[in-house]
């Protein structure tokens, strides 16, 4: 008898028709032969909804207070989808996070998994039991709610998956799987069968926002084989696994692309330890995020560094800039941006022993005269900078480039 | 330093708004140099949005997952407050039923309280916080969530104003106190100051729905003084308490009234042993909750007997009684049911040492010319049963008769 674990996103228990339509397909999943655990999110606009009330009572929220009142919507979803498949004639429980023996850490909000006892929820499967677990939360050792941040029940199938050892560990969600690209984009994309976990990482840090990539690297970690699949409907989906030696044959698995980026050139750098590390202290004390960073060889002593972020982040980041290249020793160190640029990636652990790759990536964009603003790679990525009126046309030529297409 | 929990019902806590003021109050409340508790319930409305959404996926839904629904409502309120409090630049923090060691007995959505391990909100109370805890809800022995049904916050509160030894525990509602009639019928009805337990238990089982007749009893067994006052203001409520000797010096405490009664009569019922217990045995078994119970002394070999219920339940009393009858030796036993009829109860620890009660309301009655169909009486409590059309008329002119109106 094999024990699956399935993840329910907020939109696929957006409504009780949909916990219905949920509730079925985990009693059938039950009904062939498994031991069935359901791990699911709040209600699509549940958590707005709490956001804004909490809102309405203070401007500054306290963070304890906050998971207390947001893990009232994992509560919900959990309560009303064992009601439906018990309705159904099925056997459910629901089990809260912390019911559930998942143990975090007490950073309230943004939780890390520690541990999870699951002695409870292996029982209530030996006899028999549907088992619906709230995700998102968890306890602190001291018996605090905590919740566990974007993408955290996602997180919570693929540690309870790993706790209750799954044979198969299902994200189900509103897309088939993970993609070539963004089909809107790229109309023949294919859905991909197998990925890597670290291809999916890249992937995910490139802006396919299938996933955090909180909860890959954890299932990384745990040697947790997971399937991005449709919620809709019960085609295969994407496995996600350790990489095969197969895989590699394929030399480039996805595109990625991600919007509204913008660069910043600090020109006039002095060539000599110290400068880069200030730059990127002002930047991170000054809370940004920020993605690519590209320094180029010198020339005259002195070099330039340039790097990517949010576009929403370039005022706080020149201004925090301004203050920092004031005191360097050449007078013209120099802070220029440019916003309207975008970012497309190629990723492939294939790329590793294949050569090439940059070169046939350049030789698509170019023939369809785009221009490369800025270049970084990485062991199993390469990732330009374009301009944003060419990223989408940029995707399909390299799309195209590489074969990816059906 | 004086310990002090207080209940803020669901009107009370209805709008952020609202939560806000109960908020300015609590902390008020503190900086006076108490220490707080506070047992809230869910803001008016969301337990009916809760139950639809049930309704929505199943018609009968269960049990255990009902309470785990219904404890998101107390969640939610507990953490608005408490963010609101600290909004205020106060110290709170919220804990659920469980978290609070309110533990119950396994009946789901109707759980007694066995006891209240306090040593977390004690601990919390001695380090400063104001504590706000989720009334109507505890947990079971092996940890599932449980609710305390109707009443549940008032008697959370009571049971935590045991566990801590607080020295005051107030009732905060919609209305001032508990008062000697209901002010909408009585219009120079006068807020009672002090009430004793059984005198309370009487006025609520007798339709003064200021509190579910539990949580009365539980602070009668546990000798919590409690105080029934308004959310809205600081007046003085009603302090009620065991009876003290000078209580006693008011015969009457107030009248109560109960409407939408009706009135069952069993006619030439064998008056031999076993033919009670058949009538009510038949109305126990369909679950019927019935009042007042009256016999009449027997006459030739039969007596009658008759009873009173809420005329909703008529229906399925007279069937219940057409079958339980029908065996019954005397072939011309009879029922026949009066709709439209209500109750009017005189209720006073007084009653005991002072002669004449029942008289002064008869005559009371009379003197308006209101037929009076049924008597019922306890050690503290003259009760009868006049129509329904009567009912208003009635409680003024025994209000007035014993001398309670302003």
Redesign the interface.
């Known amino acids: 008898m094999a024990t699956i674990v399935q993840k329910y996103g907020g939109t696929s228990v957006g409504s009780?028709?949909r916990?219905?339509n949920v509730?079925r397909r985990v009693l059938a999943t039950q009904r062939e032969g498994n031991r069935v655990v359901a791990v699911v999110s709040a209600m699509a606009g549940v958590t707005d909804s709490?956001l804004k009330?909490?809102s309405?009572?203070?401007?500054?929220?306290?963070e304890?207070?906050?998971d207390?009142?947001l893990?009232?919507g994992e509560?919900?979803t959990?309560?009303?989808?064992?009601?439906?498949i018990?309705?159904m004639g099925g056997k459910a429980?629901?089990l809260?996070g912390a019911?559930a023996g998942i143990a975090t850490d007490g950073e309230h909000t943004r939780a890390r998994i520690r541990n999870i006892a699951s002695e409870?929820v292996d029982a209530l499967l030996d006899d028999g039991h549907i088992v619906i677990i709230a995700g998102f939360q968890g306890q602190t050792a001291d018996?605090r709610?905590s919740t566990l941040g974007r993408g955290g029940s996602d997180l919570s199938a693929i540690a309870m998956a790993a706790a209750v050892k799954a044979d198969r560990c299902q994200i189900l969600t509103d897309v088939d799987g993970v993609y070539t690209c963004d089909p809107r984009v790229v109309p023949n994309a294919r859905k991909i069968e197998e990925i890597s976990y670290d291809e999916m990482l890249e992937m995910a840090s490139s802006g396919s926002k299938v996933m955090q990539s909180r909860s890959v690297e954890f299932a990384k970690k745990f040697g947790v084989v997971f399937e991005v699949c449709s919620s809709l409907n019960t085609n295969p989906g994407t496995i996600v696994m350790e990489e095969k030696p197969h895989m590699e044959a394929v030399v480039i698995r996805g595109v990625s692309l991600e919007r509204d980026q913008a660069k910043v050139r600090v020109g006039n750098v002095p060539d000599q330890p110290g400068f880069a590390s200030r730059i990127f202290r002002a930047i991170a004390d000054a809370g940004i995020i920020i993605d690519m960073i590209v320094q180029n060889t010198s020339e005259d002593g002195v070099t330039d560094i340039s790097f990517t972020l949010h576009k929403n982040e370039l005022v706080k980041a020149k201004h925090a800039l301004a203050a920092a290249v004031e005191g360097f020793a050449a007078g013209d160190t120099r802070v220029t941006s440019e916003e309207g640029v975008a970012k497309v990636s190629v990723v492939g652990i294939g790329m590793r022993s294949h050569s090439g790759v940059a070169a046939d990536m350049f030789t698509a964009l170019a023939e369809a005269q785009i221009n490369i603003k800025m270049i970084s790679t990485s062991e199993i990525k390469t990732a330009v900078i374009v301009a944003e009126a060419d990223v989408e046309n940029a995707s399909r030529v390299v799309h195209d480039a590489f074969g990816l297409g059906a």
Chains 1, 2 share one sequence.
């Not at 959990?78 to 439906?84: E, N, Q, R, V």
């Open positions: 009780t028709e916990i219905l509730g709490l009330l909490a309405e009572v203070s401007e500054d929220p306290t304890r207070e906050m207390v009142l893990a009232t509560q919900t959990i309560a009303l989808l064992a009601m439906a018990n309705h429980v629901s809260t019911q409870k018996g709610i």
